[in-house]
């Protein structure tokens, strides 16, 4: 077992989760997103999953230390201490990026690398926006990739497909806009720390993987 301890940087659409299973999956390393902490600090019902729900309800963010506080709980637990971590959508600005590296040398903890999953814009546009989604079972087509046998009906239960919001061409280049906001400069960041390996995304996920096992040698 490697216990890789790593950040996971891209676009929305870049195959991050992709890239996260192999690496448990090959690896054992734990994957670790803001989200997924967030619900289970919540249905444990910690203080700080209350203080966060407390945010939540309200339909505010939750405020960058809470988040940080949550996260190296995490960080300190004997399952991560054992498998590492990949961090996935986490730190998503520069600020939060500068909180984890204090907590994380506070806490002793080593960055194995920071990943940069690299792809143009347009690249990302053209993958997701082809996507198509079940009104009824939930179920996701997409145009080129996975079309259904009868145009705009649902191959398992014949329900009424649609383009859903999230994945309409002017809110995927929104949603980038803000990537590129908030996140270049993270990438930045860690390019500074001497920390990044730029990977291009727009290979093969097995190729992708391959190249972040070698770049970082893990
Ligand atoms: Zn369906």
């Known amino acids: 077992m490697t216990r890789a301890r790593l950040i996971l940087i891209g676009p929305p659409g870049v195959g991050k989760g ?13 994957p670790l997103s803001s989200g997924v902490i967030f619900r289970s600090e919540i249905e444990a019902d910690t203080d700080l999953g209350q203080l966060a ?8 963010l939750v405020p960058n230390g809470i988040t940080i506080q949550m996260m190296v709980k995490r960080l300190r637990s004997a399952e991560v201490r054992n498998r590492g971590f990949v961090l996935d959508g986490f730190p998503r600005t520069v600020r939060q990026a500068e909180a984890l590296t204090e907590e994380l040398e506070h806490e002793h903890i080593e960055l194995t690398g920071v990943v940069s999953l690299e792809v143009e814009d347009e690249v990302v546009v053209e993958r997701l926006s082809g996507r ?7 179920e996701i087509y997409h145009s080129a990739a996975k079309p259904p046998r009868r145009e705009g009906l649902c191959d398992k239960c014949n329900g ?9 061409p002017e809110t995927i280049r929104a949603r980038l806009r803000v990537f590129h906001e908030n996140t270049q400069p993270v990438v ?6 001497g920390q990044l390996l730029r990977v291009d995304a727009v290979q093969e996920p097995e190729r992708v993987f391959a190249q972040i096992v070698a770049g970082l040698g893990v």
């Open 18 to 30: 992709t890239q996260s299973a192999l690496l448990e999956e090959r690896l054992g390393v734990k």
């Open 53 to 60: 729900k407390s945010y939540i309800d309200r339909g505010e």
């Open 132 to 138: 198509i989604g079940c009104t009824k079972c939930g």
């Open 160 to 168: 009424p497909l649609l383009v859903r919001e999230d994945d309409r």
């Open 188 to 193: 930045d960041y860690y390019a500074a720390m």
